[in-house]
């Protein structure tokens, strides 16, 4: 009787042993599972964020040879002629354009890539440039008068552009503030007035709000220097904008006979003058030629994209081109 007690026993203390073990076997695997899981997971996340980093530096790099080849063109538009217009090789926009056998997408080769790049070139002298509103500080009335005008012929209240013109002012003003010595005078510290040099800047001005810089967008720019507009590429209510006495429909005459052979320079210009009452517009006012281009280029692969504009300077008689500032919209 006792020998059978120690065999039950030794049966049920062997059962819940191997139960334990079992148990125990169970609970390994479940962690191994989670942590060969969680390497996994950790491991498909680093190959996503350095396939977004390869994506980008691929976009980075296309923008770049985009930008180069916008230069080219400007540089040899500059070479060839001294006048700029609406026709001209610059101003001819890219469309879509299929990139996939330039990039190196890391698939197999039967695995094809999505890729496109399009842009286009303004000439950003064809636009009001705001940086007219003010000179070493002062305010200029003239052209506080033609953003008075343009801010009108848009539904626009035109006390705005006073607003627009002292804030101009003010940052050209901290700008004077620095010392021979490259340091920043007390009266700059102080100051903390950004320059404006993009027109989103305008919602930093009382007034202005998002729906009103977006009417604005195409008609108005900041440049690192003051400007004439171009007359051969400006739109008719910049140009009766700029110039005082000038309607919106002579204006529109003006366009309308550039339409027909572009103006080759001032005198072409003033020959074809529409409104006798008002005297034919200075070099400080008008020009045939253009300094600064505004380039805009879209590159976009599979599903991510980058879109960029670039304010580009080129040199009035050598040609020579540089990038001022890049923008990734």
Same mark, same amino acid.
């Given at each position: 009787? #006792?020998?059978?007690?120690? @065999? #039950?026993?030794?049966?049920? &203390?062997?059962?819940?042993?191997?139960?334990?073990?079992?148990?125990?076997?169970?609970?390994?695997?479940?962690?191994?599972? %989670?942590? +060969?899981?969680?390497?996994?997971?950790?491991?498909?996340?680093?190959?996503?964020?350095?396939? $977004?980093?390869?994506?980008?530096?691929?976009?980075?790099?296309? *923008?770049?040879?985009?930008?180069?080849?916008? &230069?080219?063109?400007?540089?040899?538009?500059?070479?060839?002629?001294?006048?700029?217009? *609406?026709?001209?090789?610059? =101003?001819?926009?890219?469309?879509?354009?299929?990139? /996939?056998?330039?990039?190196?997408?890391?698939?197999?080769?039967?695995?094809?890539?999505?890729?496109?790049?399009?842009?286009? +070139?303004?000439?950003?002298?064809?636009?009001? $440039?705001?940086?007219?509103? @003010?000179? $070493?500080?002062?305010?200029?009335?003239?052209?506080?008068?033609?953003?008075?005008?343009?801010?009108?012929?848009?539904?626009?209240?035109?006390?705005?552009?006073?607003?627009?013109?002292?804030?101009?002012?003010?940052?050209?003003?901290? !700008?004077?503030?620095?010392?021979? /010595?490259?340091?920043?005078?007390?009266?700059?510290?102080? @100051?903390?007035?950004?320059?404006?040099?993009?027109?989103?800047?305008?919602?930093?001005?009382?007034?202005?709000?998002?729906? !009103?810089?977006?009417?604005?967008?195409?008609?108005?720019?900041?440049?690192?220097?003051? %400007?004439? *507009?171009?007359?051969?590429?400006?739109? !008719?209510?910049?140009?009766?904008? &700029?110039?005082?006495?000038?309607?919106? =429909?002579? @204006?529109?005459?003006?366009?309308?006979?550039?339409?027909?052979?572009?103006?080759?320079?001032? !005198?072409?210009?003033?020959?074809?003058?529409?409104? =006798?009452?008002?005297?034919?517009?200075?070099?400080?006012?008008?020009?045939?030629?253009?300094?600064?281009? *505004?380039? #805009?280029?879209?590159?976009?692969?599979?599903?991510?994209?980058?879109?960029?504009?670039?304010?580009?300077? &080129?040199?009035?008689?050598?040609?020579?081109?540089?990038? +001022?500032?890049?923008?990734?919209?």
């Amino acid at each position: 009787m #006792h020998s059978v007690r120690l @065999a #039950h026993f030794k049966f049920i &203390r062997s059962a819940q042993q191997r139960g334990v073990a079992i148990v125990t076997a169970l609970l390994l695997t479940a962690l191994a599972i %989670t942590i +060969v899981t969680s390497l996994f997971g950790q491991q498909n996340v680093q190959v996503r964020s350095i396939e $977004n980093q390869r994506l980008q530096l691929q976009k980075q790099w296309v *923008i770049r040879g985009a930008l180069d080849w916008a &230069r080219l063109i400007l540089r040899e538009d500059a070479r060839l002629n001294q006048v700029d217009y *609406i026709g001209e090789p610059w =101003s001819v926009p890219l469309e879509d354009t299929r990139l /996939d056998q330039y990039l190196d997408n890391g698939r197999d080769s039967t695995d094809a890539t999505d890729a496109t790049l399009s842009g286009y +070139v303004i000439d950003a002298q064809s636009r009001l $440039n705001l940086t007219n509103l @003010a000179s $070493n500080g002062v305010v200029e009335p003239k052209m506080l008068a033609a953003f008075e005008r343009l801010l009108s012929a848009q539904g626009m209240d035109s006390g705005l552009a006073s607003g627009a013109a002292q804030a101009v002012a003010s940052s050209q003003s901290q !700008a004077a503030q620095f010392n021979p /010595d490259g340091s920043v005078g007390a009266a700059g510290v102080s @100051a903390k007035v950004l320059a404006l040099t993009q027109v989103d800047d305008l919602l930093s001005v009382a007034g202005f709000t998002p729906a !009103a810089v977006a009417k604005l967008k195409d008609l108005v720019v900041f440049l690192p220097v003051q %400007t004439a *507009i171009n007359v051969n590429t400006a739109s !008719a209510q910049v140009i009766s904008a &700029r110039i005082a006495g000038i309607s919106l =429909s002579d @204006a529109q005459q003006l366009v309308t006979s550039r339409d027909r052979a572009y103006f080759k320079d001032l !005198a072409d210009f003033g020959a074809r003058w529409v409104n =006798s009452k008002v005297p034919v517009p200075s070099v400080a006012e008008v020009n045939t030629q253009t300094n600064y281009f *505004i380039v #805009h280029g879209k590159v976009r692969i599979d599903r991510s994209s980058l879109d960029v504009d670039a304010l580009v300077e &080129r040199a009035p008689v050598s040609g020579n081109t540089r990038i +001022v500032w890049v923008r990734e919209n």
